[in-house]
């Protein structure tokens, strides 16, 4: 007769500390934390305006240079969040979606925030501008899209301030 086999599991915990780098697209994280500016790139061949910025046009291979971005823009799909990882639990709910930033041709997927989320507030469509946190660290969490018509109560918070 053989016995079923059962396995023994511990619970434990790992801590790492590393560092990773954002490459080629270090200036967009910079001037973000630094200067509270969006920048994207735009392809030295065919002109396309690529935010988030690539290094080279992904439609023609050709070299793109950075070039600084309007902070307001167009939701073109979005949803609201219920369940995320630990990370951003406290945040839940929280919209979520695709802004083409004004002049950019391609969307960026970042935080939606509303002070009354409900989907007609961040509906395909409605303009957002950028707010940037007051303590930024170079991460795509240092801004998040807001409606523009709550813009002004928004960096009026402590911990939040427009961009330039
Ligand atoms: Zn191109």
Known sequence: MTEK??????????????????????KFFIEVMKNKKLFGTKCT?????????????????????????????TIQVSTIVWYTT?????????????????????????????????PSKIKKGKR?????NKQREGKMTDFFFVPEDEYENWISKPEYEGGV
């Open 128 to 132: 957002v501008k950028a707010v940037f």
């Open 45 to 73: 061949k065919c002109g396309k305006i690529w935010m988030p910025p690539r290094i080279n046009c992904s439609d023609c291979y050709e070299p793109a240079d950075w070039v600084e971005l309007n902070q307001a823009g």
């Open 86 to 118: 630990s990370a951003f639990i406290k945040a839940v709910p929280y919209g979520i979606g695709f802004i083409k930033l004004d002049g950019a041709e391609t969307a960026i997927f970042q935080g939606i925030f509303s002070e009354n989320l409900v």
């Open 5 to 26: 086999f059962q396995d023994h599991q511990i619970r434990d915990r790992i801590k790492i500390e590393y560092r990773y780098t954002m490459g080629g697209q270090s």
